[in-house]
């Protein structure tokens, strides 16, 4: 449960689904206005002075890391990477993974972790952050 006070005499109370994940998180979207919320794993981008305007993320996050210069949210599942900027997603990398995504570190201009492979190792990647596209990594079968 979050509760937003949105900056008008009427404060709400979320109370969002989880997902089946372990992140727990809350924090201001890039836009300046809106917030991300995590709730086990499950995002949501909402409005703090509007409680129905909520956009769902998807139910799958494993980590959400702001980038350096603050204008961007990077955000991790089990097999790929994706950027919130202040227009909403732009980018998602291609999979990089089997099962399992670790960002280690977001510089200001590459992203890099480790992903997953089905033996069990783990493989580092790096990411652009201007375009997503991404070197390395653990997954060599075919695109989504």
């Known amino acids: 449960m979050v509760r937003f006070l949105g900056g008008t005499p009427r404060a709400w109370t979320g109370n969002f689904q989880r ?9 201001c979207h890039p836009d300046g206005r809106r ?7 499950s995002g949501y981008v909402v409005d703090p002075a509007d409680p129905s305007v ?3 993320l998807g139910g799958q996050w ?3 890391i702001a980038t350096t210069d603050g ?8 097999v790929d990477v994706q950027l919130i900027d202040h227009t909403g997603l732009a980018w998602r990398s291609r ?5 399992g995504v670790r960002i280690l570190q977001v510089t200001h201009d590459t992203v890099h972790g480790e992903a997953a ?9 790096s990411i652009s952050i201007t375009d997503g596209k991404a070197h390395g990594g653990a ?3 075919p695109e989504y």
Do not use: I, K, N, Q
């Open 19 to 27: 997902g089946t994940g372990a992140l727990d998180h809350v924090v």
């Open 35 to 41: 917030v991300l919320v995590m709730a086990g794993g």
């Open 54 to 56: 909520v956009d769902f």
């Open 62 to 64: 494993e980590s959400c």
């Open 71 to 78: 204008r961007g949210l990077v955000l991790s599942d089990t």
């Open 95 to 99: 999979r990089l993974a089997w099962d």
């Open 117 to 125: 492979h089905f033996d069990g190792s783990w493989h580092p990647f």
């Open 139 to 141: 997954y060599d079968g």
